[in-house]
Every structure is written in structure tokens, then in C-alpha cells.
Nanobody, 122 residues
Framework: QVQLVESGGGLVQAGGSLTLSCAVSGRTASVYTMGWFRQAPGKEREFVAAITRILGRTLYADFVKGRFTISRDSAKNTVSLQLNSLKPEDTAVYYC???????????????WGQGTQVTVSS
């Protein structure tokens, strides 16, 4: 079992920044990849970024275009997603997820957090 708890969501104006955090507990040794996904109203859940637990290799969705940064703190068992230059279209529920293999697909992740709302005003 792996437990994931997101925090840091909120309301921010366009162009602003926000940092999301994911606290990981449980069988962390079973985690190969930590990922962030988001889901806007009426849209499918989409991959945002991922980082491997051991080597810290990162993968970003094309739409990120350098605006977001994923990082990890192994000592604290946390994964963060720094959101910069936010746009209204970034508005979504952001989910933290863990999986046993590398991947950018939703199906590659077997544990999910509750999600945290990010709202970007124009």
C-alpha cells in the first residue's frame, strides 16, 4: 500500500506561481515513478510530469514547455511540482500518483492521491 496526499493548490492569477507537494508513505520501496497528472472539467486526465524515485530522472509533457518543474526529496518522501507562468488553461485538479514502472500513461500508475485544485484566474 502506498498513500499519497497532495497539498498546495489554490487560486492564483495568470502569470503567477504555485508549488504543489505530495507526501508519500507506506511501501515506498515499491515505487519506481512518481507522477503528476491533471484533469480539467470535461476533459480527460492528462500526464504532466514524472520523476523516478531512485535516479531522479524526469519526464515532462510537451505542453509544459519549461514552465513546470518536478522534484523529489527522498529524505522526506515528498514530490513537488512547481508551477510557473500559470495560464487559465492550467486550471484543473492536480493529482499525484505512483507506479511500479516508468511511464506517462495513466494506466502505468496504481496509486493516486485525492487531488488538489489549482485555479488560475485571467
Amino acid at each position: 500500500q502506498v498513500q499519497l496526499v497532495e497539498s498546495g493548490g489554490g487560486l492564483v492569477q495568470a502569470g503567477g506561481s504555485l508549488t504543489l507537494s505530495c507526501a508519500v508513505s507506506g511501501r515506498t520501496a515499491s515505487v519506481y515513478t512518481m507522477g503528476w497528472f491533471r484533469q480539467a472539467p470535461g476533459k480527460e486526465r492528462e500526464f504532466v510530469a514524472a520523476i523516478t524515485r531512485i535516479l531522479g530522472r524526469t519526464l515532462y509533457a510537451d505542453f509544459v514547455k519549461g514552465r513546470f518543474t518536478i522534484s523529489r526529496d527522498s529524505a522526506k518522501n515528498t514530490v513537488s511540482l512547481q508551477l510557473n507562468s500559470l495560464k487559465p488553461e492550467d486550471t484543473a485538479v492536480y493529482y499525484c500518483a505512483s507506479g511500479p514502472v516508468a511511464g506517462a500513461r495513466t494506466e502505468a500508475y496504481n496509486y493516486w492521491g485525492q487531488g488538489t485544485q489549482v485555479t488560475v484566474s485571467s
